[in-house]
């Protein structure tokens, strides 16, 4: 059964136990998650590979039920038609307490998975195309009206022309637009000029958060897929050191704690849900000790790179690729 992105109302979890949504609208399908999944408090995220491999336990441990154990959600990223197999199998079985949510990128009408959702009776599609400059000149005007904040017709053109389509760098840029006009009765367009620089501040906080999360083929695929300047070095290394910190935060409060989900939630400010997942793989993969030596060596980067400005670029890649390898910590 196919729905439109803005027919989530009519999805009845109780009845479509399983949904797949699909597209390359990474910031709509991340707000309609959060709208389906209100007030789902047991979700559990996977990678197809990670299912596809582990596919057994994968199944046991998902058509399992424990005694003291809600409803559960399980998220299945980055699918592909190879998935079609373990969804036939989970259908097969009669699911009653576990909804299951596929989340794929771009999906031809070919596609074996589509078809298959299309068709169904209960089970729910839905499309996420791109939104277009007039999407979101409205997603950026009703905002600022919300906020009481005036901006002018050309400010906001020149937001939505930087965000390259891309709902959810759109809304990160609005959120810090937003921050920036705490006490002002109104924003101008060269503030807005000099706060934005959208894409790149997205490029490289991905990069930064991969390195940490020691995803190492993901990494230099970002490094390879992006043509970083000398100049960006710093705010490169600038962003690193700023994450750094608040990942020693976290790693401190585990040590105590030694529960991940108590320590995610009592982070100020709070951590999106978007980020959720990659600041656990971070928090896993460092140690308070570790993280103290990186931000001690962090800092000698940086003086290193504002002395050496010509080959600040080569500087920050060597010590980028040093700590997203896996058989490396600082």
């Not at 989530?8 to 389906?36: A, W």
């Not at 596929?102 to 031809?108: K, S």
């Not at 009206?145 to 959810?168: F, H, M, T």
């Not at 993969?285 to 790179?305: A, G």
Request: aromatic share 6%; proline share 2%.
């Amino acid at each position: 059964m196919i729905l439109k992105s803005f027919e989530l109302n009519k999805i009845n979890l109780k009845k479509n136990k399983i949904i797949l949504i699909y597209g390359k609208n990474e910031g709509l399908k991340n707000e309609s998650l959060n709208l389906i999944l209100k007030d789902s408090k047991n979700i559990s995220n996977f990678d197809e590979k990670e299912v596809l491999e582990n596919s057994i336990s994968f199944l046991e441990s998902t058509l399992s039920k424990s005694l003291f154990e809600n409803e559960k959600v399980i998220i299945i990223k980055r699918s592909t038609d190879k998935i079609l197999k373990i969804i036939e199998e989970i259908e097969s079985r009669n699911i009653e307490d576990i909804n299951i949510i596929i989340n794929a990128e771009n999906l031809e009408k070919k596609s074996r998975l589509r078809s298959f959702f299309e068709k169904s009776k209960n089970h729910i599609c839905i499309p996420f195309y791109p939104d277009n400059e007039q999407s979101l000149s409205k997603i950026c005007l009703n905002y600022f009206q919300a906020k009481k904040l005036p901006i002018s017709q050309s400010s906001i053109n020149l937001i939505v022309s930087k965000c390259n389509g891309d709902r959810e760098i759109l809304l990160n840029e609005l959120k810090k637009i937003e921050l920036f006009s705490i006490n002002k009765k109104k924003i101008s367009k060269d503030e807005i000029t000099k706060l934005i620089n959208l894409l790149e501040d997205h490029d490289i906080s991905i990069l930064v958060d991969n390195c940490l999360a020691k995803n190492e083929k993901k990494t230099i695929n970002i490094l390879n897929e992006n043509n970083f300047s000398n100049e960006d070095s710093v705010l490169i290394i600038r962003i690193f050191l700023n994450k750094t910190k608040k990942i020693l935060k976290l790693s401190s409060e585990f040590e105590k704690n030694q529960n991940i989900d108590a320590t995610i939630n009592s982070s100020k400010p709070p951590i999106f849900w978007k980020d959720k997942e990659i600041t656990k793989q971070q928090i896993y993969k460092w140690k308070p000790k570790d993280l103290k030596n990186l931000i001690y060596k962090t800092n000698e980067i940086e003086l290193n790179i504002k002395k050496n400005l010509n080959n600040s670029l080569n500087i920050i890649t060597d010590f980028i690729l040093e700590q997203c390898s896996t058989k490396s910590n600082s």
